[in-house]
Structure formats: structure tokens, C-alpha cells
T-cell receptor, first 114, second 115 residues
Framework: DSGVTQTPKHLITATGQRVTLRCSPRSGDLSVYWYQQSLDQGLQFLIQYYNGEERAKGNILERFSAQQFPDLHSELNLSSLELGDSALYFC?????????????FGAGTRLSVL | AQTVTQSQPEMSVQEAETVTLSCTYDTSESDYYLFWYKQPPSRQMILVIRQEAYKQQNATENRFSVNFQKAAKSFSLKISDSQLGDAAMYFCAYRRGGGADGLTFGKGTHLIIQP
């Protein structure tokens, strides 16, 4: 168990809908990262937050947004969902942002868009 | 932009033998880290080993070791005494210096352990 908690584990929804994925980082970790794993694109970095502020953006679509709250949990919001958004979404956390800090991954949320 | 290439979609090894997974990367940065992550059927991403670009000595973690060739931009993973529990997808990953960035992953290598 990495200590990173993601909910829900599975999510099934329809095209055009909006969903929210939740991540609780390991105790003491200030940085949160979101990744998408799909058959087409592989594992892709989406976005990083550190202590409530956005630090880096990867291949995140404009339909997607994220935030990190004062209690350090993070949410990834996916809107106007398309079939191609079906994927495994991972959250990872680390103590800080430095290069030496290991990212610990949650178990992921499996999103199925029908 | 940096890229990570894993040229072996699938590898198979007999239990107790040694296997090497290949990874090459492309970057213009001098400060970076390289990683190998394991993803078993449970889907959990588990860090296996990491290597700092400035360190010439190859990292080792028990049965896992790397061969880091910085000039060639190569970062292979050697698994000794392979065990059934090593069966998984293995991803090579890169992270550049500065701290404000995520990991860049390769496409992965599916490792099969033959009993």
C-alpha cells in the first residue's frame, strides 16, 4: 500500500457527462501529480500541484481541470467526456517537488465512458 | 521534448534466470533522474529502482540493477534470479531537473516468467 488513496476505483459514465476523481496524498506529502494511462497514449503526465498551487502542466486537455485543496487532497475534473477519455487515471504524491523526491502512486481510478 | 523508448514490447524468461529490459531516452538536459516502475496485474505502479544522472555508479536494489550509459542515453534494467512475482509490465521513466514536471514514460515491456 503506497499510502495514496484514490476514489472511486471504478467509474462508468456516458459521453458528454462530467466526473470528479479524488486523490488523498500520503501523509506529509505536499505535491500531487495526475497521470492518464490509455491503450492509445500510454502513460501521460497531466498536471502537478504543490501545496495548493499549480506547478506544471503536461498533456492535459482543456476539458480537464484539477485543484488541490487546503487539506492537500486533490480533485481531477473531467467534463464533456468522450469515448477516448476512457482510461486509468493515476494520482501520485511526493514530499516536495525536488528531483530527488520519489512519486508514490495510488491504485488508480478506472474510467469507462460509454 | 524528452522521449523514452522501450523497444521490447514483451520479454520472456525462465524462473531463476536473468533478464535485461532495454530503455533509451532523448534529452538535452544535464540534470535528470531515470526510473523503472513495475505494474503488476493489480495495476499499482511500484518504483523498482532509480538513477540520478550525475551518479556514475549504477544503482542496485537487491535482485534489480541498472546499466546506465549516459553518453549513449541508455538505461537498461537487469533482473537476476527471476521470480514468478516479477511478472508485470515494466516502465522506464524520465524526469528532468527543476522539480516542476511529471514523469515521461516509455510504452512498457511486458515481462513473462516461465515456471
Amino acid at each position: 500500500d503506497s499510502g495514496v488513496t484514490q476514489t472511486p476505483k471504478h467509474l462508468i459514465t456516458a459521453t458528454g457527462q462530467r466526473v470528479t476523481l479524488r486523490c488523498s496524498p500520503r501523509s506529509g506529502d505536499l505535491s500531487v501529480y495526475w497521470y492518464q494511462q490509455s491503450l492509445d497514449q500510454g502513460l501521460q503526465f497531466l498536471i502537478q500541484y504543490y501545496n495548493g498551487e499549480e506547478r506544471a502542466k503536461g498533456n492535459i486537455l482543456e476539458r480537464f481541470s484539477a485543484q488541490q485543496f487546503p487539506d492537500l487532497h486533490s480533485e481531477l475534473n473531467l467534463s464533456s467526456l468522450e469515448l477516448g477519455d476512457s482510461a486509468l487515471y493515476f494520482c501520485a504524491s511526493s514530499v516536495a517537488t525536488g528531483l530527488q523526491n520519489i512519486q508514490y502512486f495510488g491504485a488508480g481510478t478506472r474510467l469507462s465512458v460509454l | 521534448a524528452q522521449t523514452v523508448t522501450q523497444s521490447q514490447p514483451e520479454m520472456s524468461v525462465q524462473e531463476a534466470e536473468t533478464v535485461t529490459l532495454s530503455c533509451t531516452y532523448d534529452t538535452s538536459e544535464s540534470d535528470y533522474y531515470l526510473f523503472w516502475y513495475k505494474q503488476p496485474p493489480s495495476r499499482q505502479m511500484i518504483l523498482v529502482i532509480r538513477q540520478e544522472a550525475y551518479k556514475q555508479q549504477n544503482a542496485t536494489e537487491n535482485r534489480f540493477s541498472v546499466n546506465f550509459q549516459k553518453a549513449a542515453k541508455s538505461f537498461s534494467l537487469k533482473i537476476s534470479d527471476s521470480q514468478l512475482g516479477d511478472a508485470a509490465m515494466y516502465f522506464c521513466a524520465y524526469r528532468r531537473g527543476g522539480g516542476a514536471d511529471g514523469l515521461t514514460f516509455g510504452k512498457g515491456t511486458h515481462l513473462i516468467i516461465q515456471p
